[in-house]
Every structure is written in C-alpha cells, then in structure tokens.
C-alpha cells in the first residue's frame, strides 16, 4: 500500500483518546468521537490547534476529522473533554 492508503484504512492502527494527559505519536488524522475540547493539536512540538478550529475553547463535533495540511503527520494531541480516535500515521 501507499503512504496515503495506509492512511486512508488505518493500516498503522489507531489509538483511542479519551483522558486529559498528552498523547505524543505520529498521527495521520483525529477523529472526533463525542463533543471535544482539545487543549493541544501539536505538529513538531508545536501547538497549532488555532490553524484546526477557529473556536478552540468551543467544543468540536462528533464525526469531524482533523487532518494535517501540510502532508505531514501532527505529533501530540491534548484534550480538556472529549474523546477522539487518532489513526497513527
């Protein structure tokens, strides 16, 4: 399979968040599974939440899918409530 495949089917896994501690692995996409705050969507250590969600203190929706713009892979993703998938890249 390509890059792109792999993570259009998950084929690394995913990995189920749902707690308030950092999450630090190589993520291809997040998956919102219930009304989530995020306190952090990083790429390279960096927070970059706002560029996402133009309301980052307002909840995102169930069903949303987060994927970074730059082809690359968001490295950590902290929530203040909520639960997302990430599917690992």
Request: charge should be positive; glycine fraction near 8%.
């Amino acid at each position: 399979m390509t890059p792109a495949q792999n993570k259009l089917v998950a084929a690394l896994g995913t990995f189920i968040v749902n707690g308030t501690t950092e999450v630090t692995r190589p993520i291809a996409s997040i998956v919102v599974l219930e009304n989530t705050v995020f306190t952090s969507i990083k790429s390279n250590a960096v927070d970059v939440k706002a560029n996402y969600i133009q309301t980052p203190a307002t909840a995102v929706k169930p069903g949303a899918i987060i994927t970074p713009q730059d082809g690359e892979n968001f490295t950590g993703v902290k929530l203040a409530s909520g639960s997302v998938a990430l599917v690992l890249g």
